[in-house]
């Protein structure tokens, strides 16, 4: 029996004692989207078509609420393009879900990232996940270890909403621009 749509189908990573930082020379692979870069109505469309789902970023995160929708997992630093986000900050308490915080600095991936992202997709409940520092890579996280069938949701500056359904291919482009980036031991 399959239990690939179910949050116990949740993969899991070998992470570095202090994690992973990404290296200059694989930054231009990370500026194609993982999935469809789509209007906000359809990503709100994918998001109520989806049994689980998660948001990396402020403006995206912002977007869904805006509609009606509060994703599963939200993972948002509360600035966007050095700026602070306002309007998220004062929906975030009305909002139901377990809240955690989580430091991650720019152009990383650490343990705590990773671990608290394994815990939310574990999690029953809504998780609003606080980043201190830099969010942006916690979309590859996602993809490498979200059960198949979550879509995943993430910003394009100046382009748009990239919507991923993850799969095993997702998974596997995510772990190997994983693999690609620098442990930091």
Known sequence: MSTASSRSACAELRIPRKGWRLPVEIRSRLIMPFGSLVSEKEAVADLRGSKYSAT???????????NGEQPDLMIYDLRTERKEMSDLAAKLPSLPGKEVFVKNPAGMITPDLVIAIEKALANKNKVKLMVEGEEDLASLVIAALAPFGTRLFYGMPRKGIVSVHVDESVRNKARELIDAMEECN
Do not use: I, N, P, R
């Open 56 to 66: 990396v970023g402020d403006v995206v995160s912002l977007s869904m609420l805006e």
